[in-house]
């Protein structure tokens, strides 16, 4: 159970919360993990298209970070800013951010009321994707774990997996035919001296010699995909004012128990759970209350 524990809270188990271990197996028990078909962007893809088709207007744009909110001069709305400094003004804003991007931001709306919050701790990630021709080496839909524990650095380093699984066996989508896709995840002291040392090239290679130890398979021609760092993946939530939410998620109306101005809320996994579940939970609260601003 370690490595499949660890592979969800990114994290060794003396800093889990047993809060958040009750709820993930109380999930696993209730139904099944799944992707969804075409990928995670389908997910919003379908809330876009739901809203269209109840005759919603909607207006998405990409790739337009936020730098700054502020309050109108009149009081009445909030103006917020762009990094191409566009501004957009409205009655209400939902802060839908991961928790650091959400602390900065609150900071620099109201620094006297929000700097001097404690700002919550992030756990890391690294993933490697694989292409691959032909069938994937495992044909069932399932999670690969590394059962071989060893608190030995120099075996840790030369044995970074913690999981691994074939997206291209729950969901043919995932691959072009012909081509399966593998998906490997690293945790911790791998990520650290691999991924923050500039050493991608040397973690392909490890990486690969443990697939084919594994699987009894020539990888040296799989292609590498893509290669990532998530610094901020998922919030920690093991003690102090962070800790997990699984009644519904935090009121959207105040973070860290300070008073958000009217029309101003916020939402994340954060502020519920650090799973998608706490994700969409805490964004129906705040879509709830937002709707209300739009009578």
Request: net charge neutral; with cysteine.
């Amino acid at each position: 159970m370690k490595p499949f524990l660890e592979g969800i809270y990114l994290a060794p188990l003396e800093e889990q919360s047993s809060r958040m271990f009750h709820f993930v197996f109380k999930m696993f028990s209730e139904g099944a993990a799944c992707l969804p078909e075409g990928g995670m962007g389908r997910v919003t893809k379908q809330l876009e298209n739901k809203l269209k088709q109840l005759g919603r207007k909607v207006d998405v744009r990409l790739n337009q970070p936020v730098a700054g909110i502020a309050t109108s001069v009149d009081g009445a709305s909030f103006v917020v800013t762009t990094t191409t400094n566009q501004k957009y003004r409205a009655k209400c804003v939902v802060l839908a951010t991961d928790g650091k991007v959400a602390h900065s931001l609150l900071s620099s709306f109201n620094p006297n009321q929000f700097s001097s919050l404690p700002e919550q701790p992030q756990r890391s990630v690294g993933c490697l994707y694989y292409s691959f021709k032909g069938d994937p080496p495992i044909s069932d839909p399932i999670l690969i774990l590394n059962g071989i524990c060893s608190d030995d650095d120099d075996h840790y380093y030369s044995h970074p997996i913690n999981n691994v699984c074939f997206p291209s066996a729950v969901s043919k989508g995932y691959a072009p035919d012909g081509y399966g896709l593998c998906s490997v995840t690293i945790l911790g002291k791998a990520c650290e001296y691999y991924l923050t040392r500039n050493k991608g090239d040397e973690l392909d290679s490890v990486v690969r010699k443990q697939l084919a130890d594994w699987f009894g398979t020539d990888t040296t021609k799989w292609e590498l995909k893509k290669m990532y760092f998530i610094k901020n993946a998922q919030p920690s939530q093991f003690n102090g004012p962070w800790a997990a939410n699984v009644n519904g998620g935090r009121d959207c109306t105040v973070y860290q128990g300070k008073s958000l101005p009217k029309g101003f809320l916020i939402c994340g996994d954060h502020m519920a759970t650090a799973t998608l579940n706490g994700a969409l939970e805490g964004g129906i609260a705040a879509g709830e209350v937002a709707a209300t601003f739009c009578n």
